[in-house]
């Protein structure tokens, strides 16, 4: 496949200067010019060069004059000044503007391209640090990602197709199922990743502060306000805000935020000019927008503009193949924090673990394994979940159910095992069937565990896990 040739912009009144470098520098470039300043800022967006040559003194606009305006075109190309004039000042004000090199004419033309290799070769080797950034940035992000089921995998492909649009999302879930990371995810797979990320929860702030917090204000805009202070999407131009919780809004503001969706626009507290951002937003609730919509608490002209990508993060306990993944990575984490032994958790404690509904989700799993490695006494699981089942079993189930399909299996295997224990009985026979099933699938499948995992629904790490809880022996 022919390579295609590196294309250069010569911004220079003096046809002479084009004809001259085209001809005596390396056929790997493609020469490209203009005769003063208006055509080469125009050339810029409509050639795309990756480099520019630009004389300083050309009559109209000058190469300084030219270099302040393409600073402000996104992600321009760089710029080597020229110039039959060497003052001392056209150089301090060149490096000063952006300028990559300063080249005095007359020149000799292999030293214009040796010049040009260097800037290139620089420009090369910042591409690939920022590259090597977002890569690290992501991965960092895929390790708070914990979970292979099949419910996860399609999380993460969602979230891989969309991060590097500019279409704002609508992460949906219980509390604790990992909301934020998702939206941390989003930012750092887009393009937006080298800016900032910002999150904003609202229902931590009072509605009376909210709007303020979120747009800013002017300086005497109420009592108290003594300066000038942007607000958060000020903070957050040109990369992301997370409105975390955006169910609890007061109906009050949902309309200016409606308006930042689709202006991009807004006015501070106290405030009459519009200030424009550009942000991409991400949203996160735990509620039924829906029902909110109906009870007249939420918009639906808001909500049909947030849900342009809808992401459903599933409760804990429906995907509890992903419950050792977890345990391992939290175990991990605070074994580390902590400077503790990681503790090895015996099959009882393990099997208490899968089969908990989990009603504070991740979050309340994190929590126990961090309280395990901080005391080092699994004993404690046992009290633990019996006591967070004790809550679970009083309190309102959120909009999205608090899994009571769960709690008889939960309380199973929280108790003591006294042999007229219910609770044992129960836990002991669910853990009995489930052994007998793998054992019936890996026999049916001679063992191919991968084969046997599709056809239990369960992830290839799950059964593994599994064959090794129940001390299960391949047939020879």
Known sequence: MKKDKIKILIIDDDPKVSWILSEGISSDFEFVSARDGIEGIQMVSTEKPELVLLDIKMPGMSGLEVLEKLNKIPNRPDVIMLSGHGETQNIVDSVHLGAAEFINKPFDVKEVEIHIQAVLEKRKLRQEVRELKTELKSRSQYEQFIGDSPKMMQVKGIVEQVANSELTVLIRGESGTGKEIVARMLHSLSSRSDEPFTKVNCAAIPHDLLEAELFGYEKGAFTGAHKTKPGRFEVANKGSIFLDEIG???????????????????????????????????????????????????????????????????????????????????????????????????????????????????????????????????????DLISSSFATASTDNPNDYGAGNEHFAVNMAVSGNNSGYSLKHRVGQAIANEEKKLISEVLTKTNWNRRKAADLLEISYRSLLYKIKEYDLNTVK
């Open 248 to 382: 609890d809004m007061p109906l009050e503001l949902q309309s200016k935020l409606l308006q930042v969706l689709e202006q991009q626009e807004f006015v501070r507290v106290g405030g009459i000019h519009n200030i424009h951002v550009d942000v991409r937003i991400i949203c996160a609730t735990n509620k039924n927008l829906e029902d909110a919509i109906r009870r007249q608490l939420f918009r639906d002209d808001l909500f049909y503009r947030l849900n342009e990508i809808s992401i459903f993060l599933p409760p804990l306990r429906q995907r509890q193949e992903d419950i050792p993944l977890l345990v391992n990575h939290f175990l991990k984490r605070y074994c580390g924090l902590y400077q503790k032994e990681s503790p090895i958790l015996s099959p009882e404690t393990t099997s208490r673990l899968l089969q908990h509904s989990w009603p504070g989700n991740v979050r309340q799993l994190e929590n126990l394994i961090k309280q395990v490695v901080v005391r080092g006494d699994e004993s404690i699981v046992t």
